[in-house]
């Protein structure tokens, strides 16, 4: 079955540790995507590629970073720099542009 | 920046009854999206309506478009228990592909 998987589900991180999520999808799609969400909140972009070795800053990138080396693979580092990280993650993808987004489960990570 | 605005923020309706939640966005679009979130997981698209589109069906949903207010709406008929559940709309904008989504409607259907 085709689709994007998110891992891990839960994460915990230690003030001052980098953390990285993974998202990887098999659905053949060009574009990937990076989301935050807080309780009760809608979704805030972080990070977006539209093709293979590109990626661009979303609306709230600053404390994360992303790479993009193969087109099923988008993994998301959360680095000490971002100083509120407790949150819900989204991964998505889709085949471009006007068509709509296939999204992974999730990751929560929580800071202890 | 958000761009989509959904109304209301929550909703309770009985089993059988119709629901219907409305999205509001405030620069032009290429097209809008309508997706279910169930708590604690990741969003399911619905349905997506074009800038040229007026209204679109699937199944029980009803999707309209009116992009001289630069608003949406979601109308669920014969509402089901199953349906509780967060409601987004999601807009790209003009030459992006880069979706901003509301606050959502949380939907709850009782039995």
């Known amino acids: 079955d085709g689709g994007i998987t998110q891992s891990p589900k839960y994460l915990f991180r230690k003030e001052g540790q980098n953390v990285t999520l993974s998202c990887e999808q098999n659905?053949?799609?060009?574009?990937m995507y990076w989301y935050r969400q807080d309780p009760g909140q809608g979704l805030r972009l972080i990070y977006y590629?539209?093709?293979?070795?590109?990626?661009q800053k979303g609306d709230i990138a600053e404390g994360y970073s992303v790479s993009r080396e193969k087109k099923e693979s988008f993994p998301l580092t959360v680095t000490s720099a971002q100083k509120n990280p407790t949150a819900f993650y989204l991964c998505?993808?889709?085949?471009?542009?006007?068509?709509?987004?296939?999204f992974g489960s999730g990751t929560r990570l929580t800071v202890v | 920046s958000q761009q989509g605005e959904e109304d209301p923020q929550a909703l309770s309706i009985q089993e059988g009854e119709n629901a219907t939640m409305n999205c509001s966005y405030k620069?032009?679009?290429?097209?809008l999206q309508w997706y279910r979130q169930n708590s604690g997981r990741g969003l399911v698209h619905l349905i997506l309506?074009?800038?040229?589109?007026r209204e679109k069906h699937s199944g029980r949903l009803r999707v309209t478009l009116d992009t001289s207010k630069k608003s949406s709406s979601l109308l669920i008929t014969a509402s089901r228990a199953a349906d509780t559940a967060s409601y987004f709309c999601?807009?790209?904008?003009?030459?992006?592909?880069?979706?901003?989504f509301g606050a959502g409607t949380r939907l709850t259907v009782k039995p």
């Open positions: 998505a993808s889709s085949l471009g542009q006007g068509d709509g987004y296939t």
């Open positions: 659905l053949n799609h060009d574009a």
């Open positions: 590629s539209q093709i293979v070795n590109d990626f």
């Open positions: 620069t032009s679009i290429n097209n």
């Open positions: 309506i074009r800038s040229n589109e």
């Open positions: 999601a807009t790209d904008q003009y030459n992006n592909n880069d979706m901003r």
